[in-house]
């Protein structure tokens, strides 16, 4: 059903369900399901993946418990997840019938610290592994617009450009109120060469709620808004869960206004609720028409006699899609510039060193198993203190501008994660590495790197071994990679 709404551009109610390790909550979930539409919208489940565990049922698993099965849109999340875990799920996916998939990162692993061995298989690398094994699923990734600093943001749009380019159909995006970013990510779609449908998630957002999604990774609520929602919930909870669903409802019509093509639902547990915001929607919809009501309407939902004039972003920034104040440090330009010439002097096969240096890679001596081990720990020796590598046995630096992906707790190598706020990594210790290569990029004239260069990822069999001698192996991917770059 998803497919055929987005292919006959209808608008598309998405309705999300988190599993847990249980199956108990479904069937309440399977009574929503029986709906079957919103406000004459066709509703489609979404089985989300590994939200608060990864022993949560998995999503083919939560479907296959289904009594009553409904259209399905299932989440993978790579966090702690190699290639396996996902051509698994593809296996059981084809076993149930099933051929849509919301390919997602995901956040921070439960107890994960920045160090420790946890391996994320990221989308755009997922992407291209279904894309691969299943040409003609219909797949979906994420986009998070909320972002308000120029280099988190324009590394978001960067790797968007890069899951569209791996074959994503559609893109939804992240939980955010705020409509500019909205408007920015609809206009942003519009002027891809081959624009995709894009889908929004949305929630009601009451006091309690915001608290909660002060936790979750990459969700904006700014002071000012807690500010308005502890008001409503101060003249009473009827009050505050009226004035929430009315603010949901405004939104969601003005998703419909701007050309979404529809909306992922969260935080809708029971029939009363969905039916309760039907009705809400309904009644709405004659007073908003057109984009110029929906504003006015949208701006009046976050008004209350006596509060501050809400902000949707940040007090420290404003970042819009266009504006262009990030800078390089001389520091980041030169250390590119560097690392740059060092990898073109011994691997780039254009010179004597080059040319030496790839002779005696290649002898059968590191081919023995002590060969491989010396070698191995020379480059680690090396590498490491200068850019953090981790030997993943395919070298990645030059795809990433001499940025070494290992250094991202997650190990991410096309881009970031949506979990930043203004530069910061989700693991909150240090600036995101994407926004110092999106910066590196502006400085040096290569951003076409960030966007149409797609790294795959990593097997685990393939780590803590050398990479220096795949330069020289005229089928490896590093030496294609080198070659295409001196073309």
């Known amino acids: 059903m998803l497919r055929k709404a987005l292919n006959e551009h209808r608008f598309v109610c998405v309705v999300e369900f988190v599993p847990r390790r249980s199956a108990d909550r479904l069937p309440g979930f399977e009574h929503i399901m029986q709906r079957s539409t919103l406000c004459g919208w066709p509703m489609v489940g979404a089985i989300a993946d590994r939200v608060s565990s990864s022993d949560d049922l998995s999503p083919p698993e939560t479907f296959s418990r289904a009594a009553h099965p409904f259209p399905t849109l299932l989440h993978f999340s790579g966090k702690n997840r190699e290639r396996r875990a996902l051509l698994e799920q593809l296996d059981r996916m084809d076993a149930a ?3 849509q998939l919301l390919i997602l990162t995901g956040d921070r692993v439960p107890g994960h610290e920045p160090g420790q061995p946890v391996r994320y298989l ?16 219909l797949l979906g990734a994420a986009l998070n617009p909320f972002k308000y600093q120029e280099d988190e943001g324009g590394a978001q749009y960067f790797k968007a450009d890069k899951k569209l380019l791996a074959g994503a159909d559609f893109l939804t995006l992240q939980l955010g109120f705020d409509a500019q970013k909205h408007q920015e990510a609809q206009t942003w779609m519009q002027q891809r060469p081959a624009p995709v449908p894009l889908l929004a998630c949305v929630m009601a957002l009451t006091a309690r709620s915001a608290t909660l999604l002060e936790h979750v990774p990459g969700v904006t609520v700014t002071p000012s808004m807690h500010a308005l929602l502890a008001a409503e919930a101060a003249v009473s909870p009827a009050y505050a869960r009226e004035r929430s669903l009315t603010r949901l409802g405004v939104q969601i019509i ?15 547990h029971t029939p009363e609720q969905l039916h309760t915001l039907e009705q809400t929607i309904k009644a709405l919809k004659p007073e908003i028409q057109t984009l110029e009501q929906w504003r006015v309407a949208w701006a009046r939902s976050w008004q209350m006699p006596g509060v501050a004039e809400v902000t949707f972003h940040p007090e420290e920034a404003d970042w819009r899609l266009g504006e262009s104040r990030s800078r390089a440090t001389r520091t980041e330009r030169v250390r590119y510039h560097a690392l740059s010439a060092a990898h073109s002097l011994l691997f780039s096969c254009t010179n004597p060193l080059s040319r030496g240096w790839g002779w005696l890679l290649t002898r059968n001596v590191w081919q023995t198993p002590r060969g491989k081990v010396w070698l191995h720990r020379v480059e680690r020796g090396l590498k490491r203190p200068t850019v953090g590598c981790d ?12 940025i070494c992906p290992e250094t991202c707790p997650k190990g991410l190598a096309n881009g970031p994660c949506g979990g930043t706020r203004l530069n910061r990594c989700e693991f909150g210790d240090r600036e ?3 926004s110092v290569k999106y910066r590196t990029a502006k400085a040096i004239g ?26 020289f192996d005229a089928s490896s991917p590093q030496k294609a990679r080198g070659d295409d770059s001196q073309r």
């Open 432 to 434: 995101c590495i994407h």
């Open 446 to 471: 290569q951003t076409q790197v960030l966007t149409e260069r797609l790294i795959p990822c990593v097997d685990a069999d393939a780590r803590h071994q050398s990479s220096w001698p795949q330069w």
């Open 122 to 137: 990221e989308s755009v690398s997922a992407l291209q592994i279904v894309r691969k094994a299943r040409p003609n699923w």
């Open 254 to 268: 003005g998703l419909e206004l701007m050309g979404y093509a529809g909306i992922h639902l969260s935080g809708i």
């Open 391 to 402: 030997t993943c046995g395919t070298c990645r630096l030059e795809d990433t501008l001499y």
């Open 97 to 99: 019938g099933l051929d």
